[in-house]
């Protein structure tokens, strides 16, 4: 499968769930410069001309401001634009194959502020990312709308308010929607059902039992897993460029054959995309037994069937993040494919090590050049 390129969007097929934002931050001061000022005319004014290096970042925790987080997204994730998007642009955004710009009534501006923790968490993600896989993909622009539309026939733009982010052409474009709850299952499905103790769950939907579990998840791990999904879709850009067969060999390797999906696990399946053949049917994984425990090859969600291979294999660089142990004991071939494929697509993604830690704190730039 050529990957096309276009936006991706999260349109989980999850309950909506929305908390409160109960996290706060300090606030006091700026992250870049914790309890740095006085020290500022015995360390000397940074020179304008040196680039920050990203070894000795201090990631932010807590409430930061706007102007903070766009400048750590420039410094050290290589953003070119940060912006809160406008009507025009969105309406632009949805044009059709050579149509006029739909218009959307009723539009609203939206971003999560001057000041606000979801920055901090927005940047965790990408370090998460980071921290996984050595490096971060390509990400260009970051957008806020207050929500996703669709045009109809008539070039009216069509509210779409469950979906939290979207991805293409490498800008990440966050909506109000992005800390929607989700969950991986936690544990491999099996016909005993004897399943690790999830607590409380997300009410089940289609395909969801029999099988493993999906916990609740907190508002800020829902959040960061939204946005590394999002982030899979920009990996997917950089795989492609750094090899463009890389989705026909996903799609073989996970089972994709024709937009449907099958059971790899099965050595009849694998015989028959080796064949060039369909796969048998009794062996096709739809939305509605995604969890099933008869499957060999488990499906992470219930998104990753329904939504197609692009969506998998955004779903399986979020499990690979997030739930790498789950993965591996689900999803076997999916696992193996982000292991041996890795290297090769992070010539073509940012690296980003890790900062340079001395004891439990990062150490923060401006005191290594006191030495």
Same mark, same amino acid.
């Given at each position: 499968?050529?990957?096309?390129?276009?936006?991706?969007?999260?349109?989980?097929?999850?309950?909506?769930?929305?908390?409160p934002?109960?996290?706060?931050?300090?606030?006091?001061?700026?992250?870049?410069?914790?309890?740095?000022?006085?020290?500022?005319?015995?360390?000397?004014?940074?020179?304008?001309?040196?680039?920050p290096?990203?070894?000795?970042?201090?990631?932010?925790?807590?409430?930061?401001?706007?102007?903070?987080f766009?400048?750590?997204?420039?410094?050290?994730f290589?953003?070119?634009?940060?912006?809160?998007?406008?009507?025009?642009?969105?309406?632009?955004?949805?044009?059709?194959?050579?149509?006029p710009?739909?218009?959307?009534?009723?539009?609203?501006?939206?971003?999560?502020?001057?000041?606000?923790?979801?920055?901090?968490?927005i940047?965790?993600?990408?370090?998460?990312?980071?921290?996984?896989?050595?490096?971060?993909?390509?990400?260009?622009?970051?957008?806020f709308?207050?929500?996703?539309?669709?045009?109809?026939?008539?070039?009216?733009?069509?509210?779409?308010?469950d979906?939290g982010?979207s991805?293409?052409?490498?800008?990440?474009?966050? =909506?109000?929607? /992005?800390? +929607?709850?989700?969950a991986?299952?936690?544990? *491999?499905?099996?016909?005993s %059902?004897?399943?690790?103790? @999830?607590?409380?769950?997300?009410?089940?939907?289609?395909?969801e039992?029999?099988?493993?579990?999906?916990?609740?998840?907190?508002?800020?791990?829902?959040?960061?897993?939204?946005?590394?999904?999002?982030?899979?879709?920009?990996?997917?850009?950089?795989?492609?460029?750094?090899?463009?067969?890389v =989705?026909?060999? /996903?799609? +073989?390797?996970?089972g994709?054959?024709?937009? *449907?999906?099958?059971?790899? %696990?099965?050595?009849?399946? @694998?015989?028959?995309?080796?064949?060039?053949?369909?796969?048998?049917a009794?062996?096709?994984?739809?939305?509605?037994?995604?969890?099933?425990?008869?499957w060999?090859?488990?499906?992470?969600?219930?998104?990753?069937?329904?939504?197609?291979p692009?969506?998998?294999?955004?779903?399986?660089?979020?499990?690979?993040?997030?739930?790498?142990?789950?993965?591996?004991?689900?999803?076997?071939?999916?696992?193996?494919f982000?292991?041996?494929?890795?290297?090769?697509?992070?010539?073509?993604?940012?690296?980003?090590?890790?900062?340079?830690?001395?004891?439990?704190?990062?150490?923060?730039?401006?005191?290594?050049?006191?030495?």
């Amino acid at each position: 499968m050529a990957y096309d390129h276009k936006p991706r969007i999260s349109s989980l097929s999850m309950p909506v769930v929305t908390f409160p934002g109960s996290h706060t931050g300090s606030g006091a001061m700026p992250f870049f410069q914790p309890a740095l000022s006085p020290l500022r005319n015995q360390v000397g004014q940074r020179s304008p001309q040196r680039q920050p290096d990203p070894l000795f970042r201090s990631v932010p925790q807590g409430e930061i401001s706007r102007a903070e987080f766009d400048q750590y997204l420039r410094d050290y994730f290589g953003v070119q634009d940060i912006h809160t998007g406008t009507q025009t642009e969105q309406e632009v955004s949805l044009t059709r194959h050579g149509r006029p710009a739909p218009s959307i009534p009723n539009w609203e501006s939206w971003d999560p502020g001057t000041s606000s923790a979801d920055y901090a968490h927005i940047i965790q993600a990408i370090e998460d990312v980071a921290a996984t896989f050595g490096a971060i993909p390509t990400i260009r622009t970051v957008v806020f709308f207050k929500m996703d539309y669709e045009p109809n026939a008539a070039s009216v733009g069509i509210a779409r308010p469950d979906v939290g982010a979207s991805f293409g052409g490498g800008k990440l474009t966050i =909506f109000e929607a /992005f800390s +929607r709850s989700r969950a991986f299952p936690n544990a *491999r499905s099996n016909a005993s %059902g004897s399943h690790p103790s @999830a607590g409380v769950v997300l009410a089940p939907a289609a395909g969801e039992t029999p099988g493993a579990p999906l916990p609740y998840q907190s508002r800020v791990h829902s959040l960061r897993e939204n946005i590394v999904h999002e982030l899979g879709h920009a990996m997917a850009e950089d795989a492609h460029r750094a090899d463009p067969n890389v =989705f026909t060999e /996903f799609n +073989r390797a996970t089972g994709w054959v024709g937009g *449907r999906l099958f059971d790899i %696990g099965q050595q009849a399946v @694998a015989d028959a995309i080796d064949q060039g053949i369909p796969p048998p049917a009794q062996y096709h994984i739809q939305d509605h037994d995604w969890n099933s425990p008869r499957w060999n090859e488990q499906p992470m969600s219930r998104y990753a069937v329904a939504g197609g291979p692009g969506e998998d294999f955004a779903e399986t660089i979020a499990a690979f993040v997030y739930a790498n142990s789950v993965l591996q004991q689900r999803s076997p071939a999916r696992y193996r494919f982000i292991r041996d494929h890795i290297d090769l697509w992070r010539a073509q993604m940012q690296a980003l090590p890790p900062p340079v830690m001395r004891g439990d704190f990062p150490l923060i730039e401006e005191f290594r050049h006191m030495a």
